[in-house]
């Protein structure tokens, strides 16, 4: 479908937003429509910068009425495309919708609007010695209603499950305006359909999520972190299975870096000191999080000990200050780090724990079958079957990436995996959604499109 910027409309849209609530041609930064990916720039004719959910109801109406395409955002740090507006498509940003509306300790719930930051509502469950345990590498810039549009993961899915598991209550504008309104705090509420759901994952292509009512957990008071030296995968599933054992509900990360990507964060990433040395094939941050500080410690050494002796960590340091906490915290964000110092297209897929160790060798095997020089990591939340693979195979690296893709994407496919386990579909996934999901799965996300967004306005070409 291809859609035209009307002049009436454009004059409509002005008038709903105001002089503050719009920019265009040139004044348009170009963080509005360049997304970290760096694949797809094109400036849309305007940018809308709402400031309430009226007004984002106000636009879509309008919008809705004319056929015109609207493309959401967030904080734009998105690995798929979603945000970036394609041709002729309007502009929307939440930036504007930053309040922290209430923090309620009683119900353990923050009420916030979608443009505020991932980091701002960290810091306010903390102050109240909460805890918003969402975590991302890009807190300070990705939003909440980006985070819910995606469904983000992060480094303690483990725990707390994935942004859809933390969530009570939620408001949305439907792609003609309608105000969806379940703003409540209710733990409970099996009233049938869990509308939020509709939209807590959808890539904002069902509606805009405009306001949600989060789900904190008491702060904890312990951390024991431990960067782990680990011969081979059958030793790091062990670990994992002993770590869990031993730890139970205090257990918040368990993040696996393969071989190649812990040399290339001790290469390229110069603000990072790695502790262990090159020669163990993985790596793996241990760490845990409770309520008695003493007790905690004690117990998270006794469970490093007693994996040393079974033999399934060759050489450990376990951090004793916070200090280097963040230290050892800092080799594993290092990985995400390598990509930004030298192009290299990153991938985000899902499979069984106990696969993974093939999955390691075959598609690093595959890959150097077409590209023998490339240079690739892998790394990822291997506790929730998270994995994560960067490569560079050239200077032909960007024009290549459909090529790269269907090699890892086929192997995934044969091992019953997923091709995104937390990034999310939009345009660049979007060919490859059929090697996750079954052709019925499929027809019925379509169908659900249709009949919530007939004319196709919202996010058009995401997904599928």
């Not at 027809?443 to 196709?456: C, E, F, V, W, Y």
Request: proline share 4%; net charge negative.
């Amino acid at each position: 479908m291809t859609f035209h910027v009307d002049t009436d409309l454009m004059d409509q849209l002005k008038a709903i937003v105001g002089p503050a609530g719009f920019r265009e041609g040139e004044d348009i930064d170009l963080k509005n429509y360049k997304d970290w990916m760096g694949a797809r720039s094109i400036c849309p004719p305007l940018l809308l910068r709402p400031a309430s959910t009226q007004q984002v109801s106000a636009i879509l109406k309008a919008c809705h009425a004319s056929g015109q395409a609207v493309a959401p955002q967030g904080g734009m740090t998105g690995l798929v495309s979603a945000a970036a507006p394609q041709e002729n498509e309007i502009a929307l940003s939440l930036e504007r919708m930053k309040q922290v509306i209430e923090v309620d300790p009683v119900t353990a719930t923050m009420t916030v609007e979608a443009g505020v930051e991932l980091q701002t509502i960290q810091e306010q469950a903390d102050s109240l010695d909460l805890l918003f345990p969402l975590d991302l590498g890009a807190r300070g810039s990705c939003t909440i209603g980006g985070n819910l549009s995606t469904n983000a993961g992060g480094n303690r899915v483990i725990r707390y499950g994935m942004t859809r598991e933390l969530v009570v209550g939620l408001e949305a504008v439907l792609p003609d305006g309608t105000i969806i309104d379940s703003m409540h705090k209710l733990r409970k509420n099996n009233t049938g359909y869990d509308l939020k759901q509709l939209f807590i994952g959808s890539e904002g292509t069902l509606g805009i999520i405009t306001r949600a009512v989060l789900k904190l957990a008491p702060k904890p008071s312990s951390q024991s972190v431990a960067l782990c030296g680990v011969e081979n995968f059958d030793k790091v599933s062990a670990l994992l299975v002993r770590m869990q054992s031993a730890l139970g509900a205090n257990l918040t990360a368990f993040e696996v870096l393969w071989n190649n990507t812990y040399v290339l964060v001790d290469e390229k990433v110069p603000h990072v000191t790695v502790p262990l040395g090159a020669g163990h094939a993985y790596y793996v941050l241990v760490e845990s999080m409770g309520s008695n500080a003493e007790n905690d410690a004690e117990l998270f050494v006794d469970a490093l000990g007693e994996a040393s002796e079974q033999g399934l960590v060759v050489d450990a340091v376990i951090a004793d200050s916070d200090t280097k906490i963040g230290s050892l915290w800092a080799v594993r964000d290092g990985a995400a780090e390598v990509m930004g110092i030298g192009f290299m297209h990153a991938y985000d897929v899902s499979l069984d724990i106990a696969d993974m160790g093939y999955f390691g060798e075959e598609v690093e095997r595959r890959l150097r079958e077409v590209w023998p020089d490339a240079v690739m990591g892998l790394f990822g939340h291997i506790g929730d079957g998270n994995v994560h693979i960067i490569i560079n195979v050239g200077p032909d690296t960007k024009s290549l990436h459909l090529q790269i893709d269907e090699v890892i994407y086929r192997l995934i496919q044969e091992l019953n995996g997923s091709i995104s386990a937390e990034h999310g579909i939009g345009v660049m996934k979007k060919p490859f959604l059929g090697y996750s999901k079954s052709e019925a799965e499929v027809t019925l996300m379509k169908s659900l499109k249709q009949a919530i967004d007939p004319k196709g306005i919202l996010n058009p070409g995401r997904i599928f």
